[in-house]
């Protein structure tokens, strides 16, 4: 049967029969298999998580595991990153393989490196520029960074891997995300006049060459598609309308967002910071919905808003439900490789070179 027609019968299926086929072939699978769970997975996808975790914490979970099969409840760029880090003896697999990241997909590994190119246009790259890529990127482009001297970064560890960068050389390219890096330079006191934007479909990244060798920090015009959506407003009518509450935000949210926000973190960061807060301690929260939904569950005792309006919730994680979670292990037990993620060894090498500069770091 094709996974098309098997997720076709499987739709059909009542949501409690579901969960006890997963649950039934995960204990026949048993030690063989290791489920990762994002924090932003739909909560009935989440329950079946051996470990639960951010992108990266999961991706070391699965590299220091020894089941010889890794189901990443995740999208694609994460899943990479597992296949990096893991062994030749272990198989990552993804649910749904059509889970992305438009994060991710707002700098390729042509753009960059014309984008290389043209810097080298005004002044030596290689020399003066050091290459950063979140971790929310494909492996071509962590690849593209241990070539050239460069590193990977998380919303964690953004500020460390920045000093290590600019110690490296004296300017540092940071791409996809145009806000971490922003706000990440400016908590560390970097001006705003070193900075510029670099945007991959006009000459130069629209910059003039004067600007490009001023600037210290070039930021790539990239974004999350979620965390965009929060507004500086937002916190504004929180405020008024409730006494005492705390802000907290992702620091892929707006500059505008993030210097309104009580708390600047990341994912694991928030959870924290709420786990760690007195009881009827008031937060709204600028992250990804299901996370903040379960933030509500977890603790009741502390009032909790999700701080937009509108629905922010990550459409290419939702992809991942309890039919291709459950046809990912049927593929594990049949041993068909279809949903299987392997990196091509052309990009593996120097991906797990810029992975490696950033954990020793730790």
Not at 162 to 179: C, G, M, R, V, Y
Not at 232 to 252: C, F, S, V, Y
């Amino acid at each position: 049967m094709t996974t098309q027609a098997l997720l076709t019968e499987l739709y059909d299926t009542p949501e409690d029969i579901m969960i006890k086929k997963i649950q039934a072939l995960k204990d026949e699978l048993a030690s063989k298999v290791l489920i990762l769970g994002h924090h932003y997975q739909r909560e009935e996808v989440f329950q079946f998580a051996d470990v639960s975790g951010d992108s990266l914490k999961l991706s070391q979970q699965a590299a220091d595991a020894d089941a010889e099969n890794i189901i990443f409840c995740g999208v694609h760029f994460m899943a990479e990153t597992a296949d990096i880090l893991t062994s030749d003896k272990q198989a990552v697999f993804l649910p749904d393989l059509a889970a992305g990241c438009s994060m991710a997909d707002m700098a390729n590994d042509v753009q960059v490196n014309q984008c290389w190119q043209e810097l080298s246009t005004v002044l030596d790259a290689e020399a003066s520029v050091t290459p950063v890529t979140y971790i929310n990127s494909t492996a071509a482009l962590k690849s593209f960074c241990g070539e050239h001297g460069g590193i990977v970064c998380t919303s964690s560890n953004a500020q460390k891997v920045l000093t290590w960068s600019w110690a490296q050389k004296e300017k540092i390219l940071f791409f996809p995300d145009q806000h971490l890096g922003e706000n990440t330079a400016l908590a560390m006191g970097v001006p705003e006049s070193e900075m510029i934007i670099w945007d991959p479909n006009l000459p130069l990244g629209g910059n003039s060459q004067q600007a490009i060798e001023h600037a210290r920090l070039i930021l790539w015009k990239g974004f999350c598609s979620v965390h965009q959506l929060f507004k500086a407003e937002h916190a504004t009518t929180m405020r008024k309308n409730h006494a005492d509450i705390e802000i907290l935000a992702h620091p892929e949210c707006s500059r505008e967002v993030c210097e309104n926000a009580d708390f600047v973190g990341s994912t694991e960061a928030i959870i924290k910071y709420v786990d760690a807060a007195k009881e009827g301690q008031k937060f709204a929260i600028a992250t990804e919905l299901n996370l903040v939904n379960r933030l509500r569950m977890l603790y009741p005792e502390k009032p909790i808003w999700f701080l937009s309006p509108m629905v922010c919730m990550c459409s290419t994680m939702f992809r991942t439900d309890l039919q291709h979670l459950y046809a990912a292990l049927l593929a594990i037990q049949e041993r068909d490789a279809s949903h299987q993620i392997i990196v091509p060894k052309v990009h593996k090498v120097w991906a797990k070179v810029s992975l490696e500069r950033m954990l020793n770091l730790a």
